[in-house]
């Protein structure tokens, strides 16, 4: 089985199914991992129509616009196999309305963790 993780940022599965996509540096520092794949979501995904049997897209959409979210959508499916599993994730517009005003790398843990 293929899976793929856009967006991947620091959860990144090291198995042999996963291949992990990001346009992230890990920290500052490049990440070098067999599976890992730095690439800008924006852009059309580097693989072949129709080869992987999953896609995972968690906490990414809402750092997007409307038409580079729905390009990404159709980017996805464009590379999922007939009968795919694509599994979206967002997190709960309330909460982060309602911490927004704390939001900043210092706060992290407590907001997030």
Known sequence: MKLLNLGAGSTRPQNAEWTNVDNWEGGG??????????????????????????????????HMDCQAG?????????VLKP????????PDASYFRKVYPEDCNKNWPRLFD
Do not use: Q, W, Y
């Open 29 to 62: 520092h490049e990440i070098n991992e067999p599976n890992f794949v730095r690439h800008d979501l924006r852009e059309r995904l580097p693989f072949d129509d129709r080869s992987f049997d999953g896609c995972l897209l968690s906490h990414v959409i809402e």
């Open 83 to 90: 009968g795919g599993c694509f599994m979206v994730s967002t």
């Open 70 to 78: 729905l390009k990404l959508f159709r980017e996805a499916k464009r």
